[in-house]
């Protein structure tokens, strides 16, 4: 994900969100039927938050120079990842048929 690539998921696709705290890290996993979004950074929970709520318009990674100009307890992305969840291939039908 960068400024030349976006990626935009419907909600009603949304399945969950798991929040992970790894040191002062916290790793946030967004769910939806065809991808999965993880998130490294601090204060995930207000982004988890907005998941729910259905408020959220965009996630970006914040480039290190601009960390500190966030405030104290305000969503920080050090780290975004994009994945297509690969469904297995329908297994073919053996069962004997009269």
């Known amino acids: 994900m960068s400024s030349e690539q976006s990626l935009l998921l419907p909600f ?5 969100a798991e929040l992970k705290s790894v040191g002062k890290e916290q790793r946030l996993r967004l769910i939806f039927a065809t991808h999965e979004i993880t998130l ?3 204060s995930l929970r207000r982004i988890e ?3 729910q709520r259905m408020e959220l318009s965009m996630l970006v990674r ?3 120079k601009m ?3 966030v405030a104290d307890g305000q969503p920080v992305i050090v780290g975004l990842s994009a994945f ?3 469904l297995p291939a329908s297994e073919p039908d053996l069962s ?3």
């Open 62 to 64: 914040l480039p290190d």
């Open 84 to 86: 297509e969840i690969k």
């Open 49 to 51: 938050t907005a998941m």
């Open 40 to 42: 490294r950074g601090y």
């Open 12 to 16: 009603d696709q949304f399945a969950f």
């Open 96 to 98: 004997l048929k009269d």
């Open 67 to 69: 960390r500190s100009l």
